[in-house]
């Protein structure tokens, strides 16, 4: 087996990789940082998502696991003092898998040019300089204009993050779907949008397309890009990107992962 780590920089999170790799090490595994069959993330969600924007052009070929060592994340399954027992299991046991698509954002630009972004939690499309008009398709079909500082489109896993700050749905880990939630509407009599959540089908097509899209950024995760030169943009979850969790541990019940929030 094949093990790459990624940590925090952190004193706790250096630390406990180094263990880690010497004990796999000793046990005859081999450390790939380029091609890995199993990357372990020590830290908290946002170093997951490092990981996985890391080795996304590999990512639905490998296996994810890891250890929160700060507060309680929703994608580490391994507790700081149970170092042992993932090292254990990662040797000895057959991980369930817990597979999610990624969201796919494809940006034409006014030259027709196109680019792809791969997401695990969320895109925001945001202008903080002015006010963003998106004009939104579902599914090819026109249903607002949407006046405010963006639009967040969510999956289930990062309906825990950005999109619940905006007051979107929390959604249980048995569904796959997107979810789509407004950032600081402009609601008067004029201009009017849905202002609650939307959440739709895992086959929705999301679709953006702005008369401007001048100062606005395109955030995917924790990664972002200037779309200034954006003229349509186009959301749906990917049918060939997905990250694959590797669940070695039984009755971690999502509702566990949700009471760590508050």
């Not at 639905?60 to 890891?66: A, P, Q, Y």
């Not at 949407?146 to 489109?153: A, D, E, L």
């Not at 849905?194 to 395109?218: G, R």
């Amino acid at each position: 087996m094949k093990f790459t780590i990624v940590n925090r920089l952190d004193e706790k999170s250096i630390e406990t990789g180094k263990y880690v790799e010497k004990a796999l090490l000793e046990a005859g595994k081999v450390r790939d940082n380029k091609n890995p069959e199993i990357v372990i993330v020590i830290g908290g969600d946002g170093t997951f998502l490092v990981a996985a924007h890391k080795y996304i052009e590999i990512i639905s070929d490998v296996l994810m696991v890891g250890i929160h060592t700060g507060t309680l994340g929703f994608f580490a399954d391994f507790k700081v003092d149970e170092i042992d027992m993932l090292i254990h299991s990662i040797l000895n046991k057959k991980p369930k898998v817990s597979t999610k698509r990624l969201l796919k954002t494809k940006v034409v630009n006014n030259d027709d040019k196109n680019q792809i972004y791969y997401s695990l939690n969320e895109i925001r499309i945001e202008n903080v300089i002015k006010t963003q008009i998106l004009k939104v398709w579902i599914n090819h079909v026109f249903l607002e204009t949407f006046r405010g500082t963006g639009i967040c489109v969510s999956t289930q896993p990062g309906s825990t993050g950005y999109n619940r700050s905006l007051k979107g749905a929390v959604i249980s880990d048995q569904l796959e779907l997107l979810q789509m939630t407004e950032i600081t509407g402009i609601h008067h009599k004029l201009f009017q949008s849905l202002q609650v959540p939307l959440i739709l089908a895992d086959d929705a097509e999301i679709d953006f397309a702005s008369p401007s899209f001048k100062e606005a950024i395109l955030c995917y995760d924790h990664l972002s890009v200037n779309i200034s030169d954006a003229k349509h943009i186009f959301c749906s979850l990917s049918k060939s990107k997905k990250i694959n969790f590797a669940r070695y541990k039984d009755g971690l019940k999502y509702t566990h992962r949700i009471k760590s929030l508050f």
